[in-house]
């Protein structure tokens, strides 16, 4: 397995920590700050692994 697949494969697991981190709770409907920021930092650090997965396999 080659350096690209493996940072795609990350890039799709921090994608899912990301939308884990979106979602919100059934007992408040109100995302916060923090959850905000987290799955931001998350969904950036997924579109960098992504992009550096295609990009070394290309």
């Keep these: 397995m080659n350096f690209g697949a493996v940072l795609l494969l990350l890039g799709g697991f921090l994608l899912g920590g990301a939308w884990s ?25 997924a579109l ?7 990009l070394r396999l290309v």
């Excluded at 979106?22 to 409907?29: I, P, Q």
């Excluded at 109100?30 to 650090?45: D, E, F, M, Y």
Aim: no cysteine; net charge negative.
């Design 21 to 45: 981190a979106w979602r919100t709770d059934e007992d408040g409907a109100v995302r916060g700050t923090p959850q905000t920021v987290l799955a931001v930092v998350l969904l950036l650090a």
């Design 48 to 54: 960098l692994a992504t992009a550096a997965g295609i």
